[in-house]
C-alpha cells in the first residue's frame, strides 16, 4: 500500500507537510508516501525512474528503500532534477525478542550532490555561514577543496566556498555527519534523514 504525490515544492520540503506525509505511514493507513522534495519537476525526466521504483515495490517485490535506490539513485539525469522524498515502514528484528519484528517508520530523503549547480551534497537549502548574511545556495560558488575522490571515498572530498554577496570564503569544508552515501558506486548520491533538525539546519547554515 503506498501513495505517489507527484506535486514538488512546498509539499516535500516544507516540516509541517512531511510531518502530515509522515504521519499516514505511522498510522499504518500506507506502507510508504513518495513526492518530489525539489522547487520544480521535468516530468520527462523523472517519469522513466518512477515508474521503475513502482515496478521494484508491486512487480518485483523488492524492499521499498532498496526499490528507490535502484530506481532514482541509478538515474541521474532524474535526481539531478529533483531530489525525492520517501516515508516508509519496515519490519526489524527486536533485540532480546526471537520472531519478533516491530513495525519502523524512516523518512529520508534521496539526492544528488552537484557543486556546479548550488548543490552541495544534495542540499539546495545551504546558505551562507555569515550571520549577517546568510544568502541562499544559488548567490554561493560552490567547488572541491584539494583532491577529489572518486568511487566509494568520493565523498570524503573537501568542499570551498565563496559567496557571491558579502564575499565570505570558507575552505576545507568537511560533509555534515549525517549526509550518508547511497550503497555501491553511485558517484554522488546521497540520502539523509527528512525533515532536518534545528541543529542540523545550522550545519548548512540555516539559522531561522
Not at 12 to 28: C, D, F, Q, W
Not at 80 to 98: C, F, H, I, Q, W
Not at 112 to 124: E, I, M, Q, T, V
Not at 152 to 178: A, D, F, Q, V
Amino acid at each position: 500500500r503506498g501513495i505517489v504525490i507527484s506535486s514538488c515544492g512546498s509539499t516535500g520540503r516544507v516540516s509541517n507537510s512531511v510531518a502530515r506525509l509522515k504521519r499516514l505511514v505511522e498510522m499504518n493507513i500506507f506502507d510508504f508516501v513518495f513526492c518530489f522534495a525539489g522547487v520544480s519537476t521535468v516530468g520527462s525526466l523523472v517519469v522513466p525512474a518512477l515508474s521503475r521504483f513502482i515496478e521494484n515495490v508491486f512487480v518485483y517485490d523488492m524492499g521499498i528503500w532498496a526499490a528507490l535506490e535502484a530506481s532514482f539513485a541509478e538515474d541521474k539525469r532524474a535526481l539531478n532534477t529533483t531530489p525525492v522524498m520517501l516515508s516508509y515502514a519496515e519490519y526489524r528484528k527486536v533485540d532480546g525478542k526471537p520472531n519478533t519484528r516491530e513495525r519502523v517508520v524512516d523518512t529520508r530523503v534521496l539526492a544528488y550532490s552537484n557543486f556546479k549547480d548550488a548543490r552541495p551534497w544534495g542540499l539546495d537549502i545551504y546558505q551562507c555561514s555569515n550571520p549577517s548574511c546568510g544568502t541562499r545556495a544559488h548567490n554561493i560558488v560552490f567547488h572541491a577543496d584539494g583532491k577529489q575522490y572518486y568511487g566509494r571515498k568520493w565523498l570524503s572530498t573537501l568542499m570551498k566556498t565563496r559567496c557571491l554577496k558579502c564575499g565570505e570564503k570558507r575552505r576545507g569544508i568537511r560533509p555534515p555527519t549525517w549526509v550518508n552515501q547511497c550503497d555501491g558506486e553511485n558517484l554522488g548520491r546521497v540520502w539523509y534523514q527528512w525533515p532536518l533538525s534545528i541543529s542540523q539546519r545550522m550545519d548548512i547554515g540555516i539559522t531561522h
